[in-house]
């Protein structure tokens, strides 16, 4: 990305008012190693990070403080994969766990301790061999099932028994030449959407014979780096060159691309998720950035550019969840980190928004100085530039932010 394209998004950005960007809230502590997979709990009280160092934080969303660090001490498990929150439609039992998979195969679940916001392993299992990775995984709590998938193809179908913390075979699949990136349960747990990386195909199964009997395959118009599913009805396809296609699922046409820049030569797989009841998207890159789009107003220029890292990180993680306006970004590079940022939902008071308008508009006054005071310089000072560039932006989300505000909303992660 160039440096004039950089400071045109600066610009854009900082003209917005307030109420319509998200801001930095927090930058969550721990983890130094490259961050995989990102899943807030069903009520948004807890963020769950994993990474390549084998670790899963447990973060508190109010005060970004570290309830957990569940480790490997035996250092057999491989990089965190995959998460998945399990939660009980029980809601006056508030039982909860946390499913994970590992780059060795294992899967593992652990269940919260009575009277404790810690958990404690209920159990593990190693559905694949030591050198299959557990490509994703995906649980259905009306039917309490979880299916898992391995990078050679396997898919399997397991009913959770609540009681004894036992996972029951239900079936055993295995796809040929492709690698089952995303699944997800629709149709109340009765179908499950098998979403392939090289045959591009999304494959419905149902879920209620026994059996993995297939009722459709379709093909996109791209190979499927990730696949997110919103309301059953919307779907959003990392097509791994271009940026995001959405489709009108199950259609396999596209209705419209989000584009995001690529700025390395290789493809970065990269998540994605539907924010503010599914009017916005918010998109990862191979660049240290999140694109922030709207779905419905058919603008292909994003409503903000969120600034995560440095341009050698990639954003490849995000979830949702149903009530904080909050996303939450997590960088997969050789240092990971994770932020996370929120938007108000309710507008500012003519009294905050003046005064943030202010913050806004002196800051940028001070940035155009800058440039125009060593324009003639900066051919040469490109490095500084974008070091100026990221302290300015850390500026204003980090310290100019406004105090946070805790109203209805919605919580995404990237």
């Known amino acids: 990305m160039s440096l004039l394209q950089r400071l045109h998004d600066f610009v854009k950005n900082s003209l917005a008012p307030p109420e319509e960007r998200y801001r930095i809230v927090m930058r969550l502590t721990g983890s130094s190693a490259s961050v995989n997979s990102l899943s807030f709990s069903a009520d948004g009280e807890l963020l769950a990070s994993g990474d390549d160092a084998e670790l899963i934080h447990i973060y508190d969303t109010h005060t970004g403080k570290t309830v957990q660090v569940i480790e490997n001490t035996g250092e057999s498990w491989g990089q965190?994969?995959?998460i998945a929150w399990l939660p009980s439609l029980n809601r006056t039992s508030k039982s909860l766990?946390?499913?994970f998979g590992t780059g060795r195969g294992l899967v593992a679940i652990y269940k919260r301790a009575k009277n404790s916001r810690k958990f404690q392993e209920a159990f593990r299992l190693s559905p694949f061999p030591s050198s299959d990775i557990v490509e994703t995984l995906s649980y259905d709590p009306r039917n309490t099932l979880l299916v898992v998938s391995s990078q050679h193809g396997e898919i399997k179908l397991y009913d959770l028994d609540w009681t004894s913390w036992t996972l029951n075979s239900v079936w055993t699949t295995k796809l040929k030449n492709t690698i089952p990136?995303?699944?997800?349960?629709?149709?109340?747990?009765r179908q499950l959407i098998i979403f392939c990386l090289e045959s591009k195909e999304m494959i419905c199964i149902m879920t209620e014979d026994g059996k993995p009997s297939v009722k459709w395959t379709r093909t996109l118009r791209s190979p499927i780096g990730s696949a997110v599913l919103f309301k059953g009805r919307h779907l959003l396809v990392d097509n791994l060159t271009s940026g995001f296609n959405l489709y009108a699922f199950p259609h396999s046409s596209?209705?419209?691309?989000?584009p995001v820049p690529m700025t390395l030569e290789r493809s970065i797989i990269k998540d994605a998720v539907f924010a503010e009841d599914g009017q916005v998207v918010v998109c990862g890159s191979d660049h240290g950035l999140a694109?922030?789009?709207?779905?419905?107003n058919g603008e292909k220029k994003p409503l903000q550019i969120m600034h995560h890292g440095k341009e050698r990180d990639y954003l490849q993680v995000a979830a949702t969840v149903s009530d904080r306006?909050?996303?939450?970004?997590?960088?997969?590079?050789?240092?990971g980190s994770v932020v996370l940022w929120e938007k108000p939902v309710k507008q500012l008071s003519k009294t905050e928004r003046d005064l943030a308008d202010a913050k806004d508009k002196i800051e940028l006054l001070i940035f155009v100085f800058v440039i125009w005071a060593s324009w003639s310089y900066l051919p040469a000072l490109s490095d500084v530039s974008d070091w100026l560039l990221r302290w300015?932006?850390?500026t204003r989300d980090y310290f100019l932010v406004t105090a946070p505000v805790h109203l209805e909303n919605e919580v995404i992660l990237l």
Not at 291 to 296: D, I, L, P
């Open 254 to 258: 596209t209705s419209r691309t989000f």
């Open 325 to 335: 306006h909050m996303v939450a970004t997590g960088s997969s590079g050789r240092s």
């Open 181 to 189: 990136r995303s699944m997800h349960f629709v149709d109340e747990g």
């Open 392 to 394: 300015v932006h850390y």
């Open 97 to 99: 766990a946390l499913s």
């Open 291 to 296: 694109y922030v789009f709207s779905r419905s």
């Open 80 to 82: 965190i994969s995959s």
